[in-house]
């Protein structure tokens, strides 16, 4: 099972490591300012695997989200890949006032605020 | 191999190069504005289809080809399918052609005047137009492309 978080800034990599950070042994963290592909306007990551064994990946592609979801069905389609050996989610607004602040920023392409504002933060489960 | 031409719409110059591409339109001869609106797909895609793949038949080695309307994300169809082909252990591949390249203004305006405002009657007179100028450009881009496929086979038969 391949899980896609697909968005239209780097948040989609935060919720694919998120994800995979539930499966981190206690007390282990992600600092954010350590991630170095938070500041490319679109990429496909491979985060790694969760405690249940699925394969968790971001994709991103800044003003794009809509398409990324598409086009993964289209390509799933071309290749008969069946629906139940994947799964995309929409990453969602976070409740977080700073969070929230740093996708505006990624949203208006203001990539240094953001990184910035994520500055400090952890990838928290 | 599956080949994939895609362009912001899916509608115009994606459709003329796979129309060329698998024989519906002869390299030779410049397609009359009648031609052109009797393709498959030519001028009728709009904002709900993009992102979806349309298959367009096939050429004469085989290869599957496609249309694919992606609106201004170029990089998308190449960033996604890359990334999903190698997450899936995919071992068939594929080829995308970014057809905007062939694109004029005529084009971009009779194809905003059909598809985005719905006035299809100026709309396709433009873009008609417009494909027949840039006919050669396209003929010439599925041509380059053609060799690189007969290429990869040779490399990888």
């Not at chain 1, 239209?8 to 981190?24: E, G, K, M, R, V």
């Not at chain 2, 899916?10 to 003329?16: A, D, E, F, Y």
């Not at chain 2, 252990?89 to 194809?111: R, S, Y």
């Amino acid at each position: 099972m391949r899980v896609f978080y697909v968005h239209n800034t780097p948040f989609a990599a935060l919720a694919a490591l998120s994800h995979i950070n539930q499966a981190a042994p206690a007390g282990a963290t992600i600092r954010l300012d350590q991630l170095p592909f938070l500041d490319r306007r679109e990429h496909f990551l491979r985060a790694g695997r969760d405690a249940d064994d699925r394969e968790i990946y971001a994709v991103w592609i800044m003003s794009g989200g809509a398409i990324l979801t598409r086009l993964i069905h289209s390509f799933s389609d071309l290749y008969q890949i069946p629906g139940d050996q994947y799964t995309v989610c929409q990453v969602v607004i976070p409740q977080a006032f700073r969070l929230r602040l740093a996708m505006r920023a990624y949203q208006l392409g203001l990539f240094g605020l953001a990184r910035r504002v994520l500055r400090g933060l952890a990838v928290l489960p | 191999m599956k080949v994939i031409y895609h362009c912001f719409g899916g509608t115009h110059s994606s459709v003329l190069a796979a129309a060329v591409h698998t024989g519906r339109l002869s390299p030779d001869r410049v397609p009359s504005p009648d031609d052109l609106l009797s393709l498959p797909l030519y001028d009728k895609q709009d904002g709900q289809d993009y992102g979806r793949l349309e298959p367009y038949g096939q050429d004469e080695s085989g290869n599957e080809v496609f249309v694919l309307g992606r609106r201004s994300y170029a990089q998308a169809p190449e960033i996604v399918f890359r990334g999903l082909a190698s997450a899936f252990n995919l071992e068939e591949p594929f080829k995308l052609v970014d057809t905007a390249i062939t694109l004029n203004w005529k084009m971009k305006l009779g194809g905003y005047l059909s598809r985005g405002l719905k006035l299809q009657g100026i709309g396709r007179l433009i873009v008609t137009w417009g494909s027949r100028r840039a006919y050669p450009r396209v003929v010439a881009l599925v041509e380059s492309t053609k060799k690189d496929l007969s290429a990869k086979k040779e490399r990888f038969p």
